[in-house]
C-alpha cells in the first residue's frame, strides 16, 4: 500500500520572478518542518534546491528541483522553479507534476517579467493558484499598493488571507483575516475588513452553506476546509499569504495555509487520451489504470539518468512491467526513488499523486507516458536564439556531441542541429543567457571547452517564377566514361498547397504518383516519357534534388516551397550510373532556381512584450526600427502593457539587452515562430555577400 492516503498529498511548485526568494522560502520550509536539520542559505552555496554548481555560482535557481516534508497531517511534494525567463522550460514541466502553484512575489519589487508568465501558465494548465508574498523585512513596501497592483493584475479573486504586522524591520507576524486574532497592532491593513469578503468568495461555491449564511448560520470549520479547496480549484479564490523567507517570520502560517488551501490530487481535471483516441478523464484511482508522465529528465554528475514521474492514476511498483505510450513492448520499471533535492531513496510502490524518479531507462524522455492512456503532450516554448558550436581541442567532436546530447534530453528547451552545408553544430536556446549556462555546465560536467561564433538564423531559399533547363553531365576518362542527361521545369509552390490539385492543374504530362517531401514542401513530378531516363535511375535524379535542396543554391540554406518537374533527359547504356544522374539532377537545379528569380525566405516571429504603459511608445519606435510590424496592443493590468508584433528573428537575436535598456529592467517579452518571408532585396544582398566571402574563406 501506498504511505500516504491521496486526499493527504499536496504537489506544488514553488514559481516567480528571479529574486522573489523562492529558494530560499523552500530552504526555511524544510528546516522549520525539521526535515533539513542544518541552515541552508542561496547566499552561502549551502541551499538544498541549490546543488549544481553553476547554481551556487551565480546564486539563482537554473534547475526546478524537488523536495518533500510533512506538516499538519499531510505529505508535501515542493518543486522549486527557475525564476528567469531563459529557464522557463523547467517552470512548464514542473506544472506537469503539481495541482497547485505557489506564486511567489518579491513585496519590495512587485509584479515582475515572470510572475505574469507563470500565472498565466499555472491558468492555462487548470492548476490550483496561491500567492505568496514574500521578502515582507525588506525596506520602501507600499503594501496596499501593491495589494491593489495584485488585484488589477490578477483579478479580484486574489484574497489575503492574512496580513503582516508591520514591515521592513518592524515585521512580527501575521495576522488571520479567517479567524481574526485580538492582538492586530501593526497590521497593514485591518484583517476585519477582509474578514466577511474572504468568506464570502469561499461560500459562493456551495448554494445550500452560502444561503444558511445569509440567514445568519455561520459555516463550520470542516465546510470552510472543503469549500476552500473548492473554490481554489474552480479559480473563485486565489489566497494570498505574506511571510519572510529570510527571517522565517509568517512561515508557519504559510504552511498551514498551504495544507488548508492546497488541491488533494484528485481536485484537478485532468484527462488523457484512449487507443481510439477518444478523450477519457483521469482519476486519481489506485485501482484504476496505470497514468504516469515524465515531467523532468536529469542526468546526474555520474552520468545517471534520472527521469522524474509524476503518477496520476493506478499504482507503480517497483520491477512491475508496464506499458510506455510509443513503445511496442512494455517495459520493466526500475527502482522507484523518492528525492530529496540531489538526493534519493528507494521507495516500493507508488499511487496516485507521487512524484518519484526512476534511474537508468533509456526508453523514457521528458513528456512520456506511462500506462495505457495517453497524456497530453508537454507544450514546451520554441528555442530561438543559435549559436555555431565546436569544441576548442581536436579530437573533443564525439565527446561535445554526447554532452550536448544529454543537455537536450535534460532541457526541452534546447536543441541541436547539424547545418549540411558548413557542417556546423548548431545550438538553438531561449536566450543568451539560457546558451551561456549550457555552456558552462559543458565544462564542468562534461570537460569540453567550446568555442561559438555568431547566431544561426535559419533562412531558407526559394523561387518567385517558373523557369526550365537542362544539363548533361559527361565525363571521359579512358575507360568507362560517366553520362547523364536531366531536363526540368521549375515551380513555385505555396504551402498548404493540395498536392494532387496542383499536379492535375499544371498538366503535367505524366500523372505517376507524385514525389512529397512534406518538411520542405518540395514536390518533384515524374513525367519521363519513352523511358528517355530508365526508371532504375530516377532515385538517383531524386537523390540529387535532395542533395542540392539541403547545400542551398544562392547562399547556402535550405531550399523550400518548390516543385521540379523532370520531363526529359537522355541515357547512354554503356556510361550512365547513378552517380551521373545524380550529380546532373544536382546541377541542372542549381541552374535552373537562379533563373527562377530566387529569394530568401525568413523567419518572422510573433512577439508579445510586456512593459510599463509609459513604454508603450518607445517599443513601437523600436519595433519600426527593426523591420517589425505592430499588430496591436492590450493592458496587462498593474500600469502594464503587452504590445503584440510580427518581427524578423534577426532583429530580436539581442532583443534582452535592448528591452532592458528601454525599460530599465521592467519589461519582458515572449517569441513563438509565426511564418517565413521574403528578405527584403537590400537585405539579401547582405546575406548572399557573407555567405560567399564565408566560401571564399573556407576554400
Known sequence: MAKHKIDDIRNIAFCGHGSAGKTTLVDKILTSTGTLNRQASVDDGTSICDFDDE??????????????FDHAGKHFHVIDTPGYPDFIGQTIGAMRGVDTVAVVINAQSGIEVNTRRVFAEAKKAGLGRMIIINKMDSDNIDFRALVEQI?????NACVLLNVPLGQGADFRGVASTLKVPEDTGGALIDPAEISEPLLESIIEVDEQVMERYFEGTQPSEEELSRLIVQAVAEGSLI???CTSGKTGVGVGELLDALALCALPPGQVKRTAANAEGEEVEVKADPAGPLVAQVFKTRIDPFVQKLSFIRVYSGTLKKDNTVPVVGLRKAVRFG????????ETEPVDQLGPGA?????????????????ELTMPAISFPTPMVGLAISPKRRGDETKLSGALGKIAQEDPTFRIDRDPQTKEMVVTGMSELHLQIIQERLRRRDKVEVTTKEPKIPYRETIQANAQGSYRHKKQTGGRGQFGEVHIRMFPLLEGTDIEQYATKQRFASMKQPHYDPENNFLWIDSIVSATIPGNFMPAVEKGFKDRISRGVIAGYQVQNV??????GKHHPVDSSEQAFKTAASMVFRNVFQQAKPALLEPIVK??????GQNVGDISSDMSGRRGRVLGMDSAGGGMQTVTAEVPLAE???????????TGGQGSYTIELSHYDIVPGNVQQEIIAKAALKEEEED
Do not use: N
Open 652 to 662: 530580436v537575436t539581442t532583443y534582452a539587452r535592448s528591452l532592458s535598456s528601454i
Open 151 to 155: 488585484k488589477e493584475t490578477f483579478g
Open 55 to 68: 547554481e551556487k555560482q551565480h546564486k539563482y535557481t537554473i534547475e526546478a528541483s524537488v523536495v518533500h
Open 607 to 612: 512577439i508579445e512584450v510586456t512593459v510599463p
Open 563 to 568: 516543385c521540379v518537374e523532370v520531363h526529359f
Open 335 to 342: 527502482q522507484p526513488l523518492k528525492v530529496q533535492a540531489d
Open 239 to 241: 489566497p494570498v499569504v
Open 355 to 371: 512524484i518519484v524518479a526512476v534511474a537508468k531507462m533509456e526508453e523514457l524522455a521528458t513528456g512520456t507516458t506511462l500506462g
